[in-house]
């Protein structure tokens, strides 16, 4: 059996606070060291998400740019396009020589032309005899007895123009009425 006295008092062990104050010094160097090296560390992590910022708003304003650019430009290849017709009117007009068929037939090509710059850009014809009237396509003029299906359009008098699906201009059109 052992007595009180013989188990161990940590105040009467054999170490002396001499030695619990060296290894704590001999702590304070490893905990420096750790914290110089969290502090790189961070400091590493801060450049990082710096420059990954400065690269993310480059990014940004260069779509902001492409995207300015794209709405200045839109228009180019069109405007290019109707560049050709422009040289074709004025070298009718240029042309004292031209008799009324030569005339005819070259603002026939001109249009042509025309026609296919507007089929490029898709810009195209809406012409809708024999179609039911459609107020988001069609602006009627006028409505007339006729034998053709109620509100139904029987004459065109200007053609509408859709670019991209979008009605840009609407056809003027008269309306069949029932009789």
Do not use: C
């Not at 008799?99 to 296919?116: M, Y």
């Amino acid at each position: 059996m052992s007595t009180p006295h013989d188990q161990s008092n940590p105040l009467d062990s054999d170490a002396s606070p001499a030695d619990d104050n060296a290894a704590t010094v001999e702590t304070i160097p490893s905990l420096e060291e750790s914290l110089r090296q969290a502090e790189l560390l961070a400091q590493e992590h801060h450049d990082a998400w710096l420059r990954a910022r400065a690269e993310s708003d480059n990014i940004r304003k260069r779509a902001q740019q492409d995207v300015a650019n794209a709405h200045k430009y839109a228009i180019e290849n069109f405007a290019t396009e109707l560049l050709a017709v422009k040289d074709s009117l004025e070298a009718a007009l240029n042309d004292s020589n031209s008799d009324r068929n030569t005339l005819q037939e070259g603002v026939a090509l001109t249009l042509k032309q025309l026609s296919i710059a507007f089929e490029k850009a898709k810009l195209l014809e809406i012409n809708p005899v024999g179609d039911k009237f459609d107020p988001h396509k069609h602006q009627a003029i006028s409505m007339l007895v006729s034998e053709a299906e109620p509100n139904t359009v029987i004459t065109v008098l200007q053609k509408g123009y859709s670019l991209q699906e979008r009605v840009i201009r609407p056809a003027l059109v008269t309306v069949a009425k029932a009789g």
